[in-house]
C-alpha cells in the first residue's frame, strides 16, 4: 500500500467547510484513497472512499486529483463533534486485513 | 444496527491475573482483527483472523492469545497480563472482498477497551 502524508493538525471554525489533504505519490493504479476518523480515545470510523472520480456522501467529499497524486477530503459544515485525528490511508482494491494508520491530521474545530 | 461490540469498555486488573476481552460483530464478516493503541505509537495490530479457526500474528502478539471458534466472535486473551500491556485495545471486522469495480473495503471497529495493568 502507498505511503501518504498529512499535514499534523488543522484548525477549523464551526460551520465552516474543513480542507484536509492528503499526498499519496506512488499510488499505483488499482489503489483507493480511504478515509477514516478518530474521535477521541474511540474506535476509528470510516468516513469515505475513493479511486479517481469525486465522491460525496453524507458525511463528506472526497476530491482526487487527476494524476491521483493527491486528494482533499472535505467537511462541508464543520461542527464541534468534527473535532477528530483523520487519517488518509491508500490501499489495493483487492487489499484487506491490516489498516495501516499513520499519525494523520488533528483536526479541531472551534466555535 | 451493523456494530461491532466489545466488552469490558474498561479494566483495572493486576499482573498476571488471566483476562478475557470479547469481541463480537453482527455483519457476518470473515475478516476479525485486534489493535492496541499507545501514545506516540498509533494502532498496532496484535492478531488477525481471516475466518472461522483461521488466526495469524499481527505486528505486536506477545503476550496475546486469541480464538476463533464462531464467526462473529473474536476474544482476545491475555494470560499472564503485564504492565506494558496497559493500552486502549479495539477490535475490527470487515467483508474479505476481491477486487470489484467500487468495492468496499471497509473496516468497522469497537468502541475500545482501556485495560490497566497494575
Redo the contacts between chains.
Sequence with gaps: DAKTTQPPSMDCAEGRAANLPCNHSTISG?E?V?WYRQIH??????II?GLKNNETNEMASLIITEDRKSSTLILPHATLRDTAVYYCIV?G???????Q???GTQVVVTP | EAQ?TQNPRYLITVTGKKLTVTCSQNMNHE?M?WYRQDPGL??R?IY?S?NVEVTDK??VPEGYKVSRKEKRNFPLILESPSPNQTS?Y?C?S???????RG??????????T?LSVL
Design positions: 488499482n483507493y480511504y480515545s474511540q474506535g476509528p470510523q470510516y472512499h490501499r482494491a483487492d487489499s484487506w486485513g491490516k489498516l494508520f499513520g499519525a | 461491532v475478516y482483527s498509533g494502532l495490530q488477525y481471516m499481527g505486528d486502549l479495539f475490527a470487515s467483508l474479505r472482498v476481491g477486487w470489484a468495492t468496499k473495503n471497509i473496516q468497522y471497529f469497537g468502541a475500545g482501556r
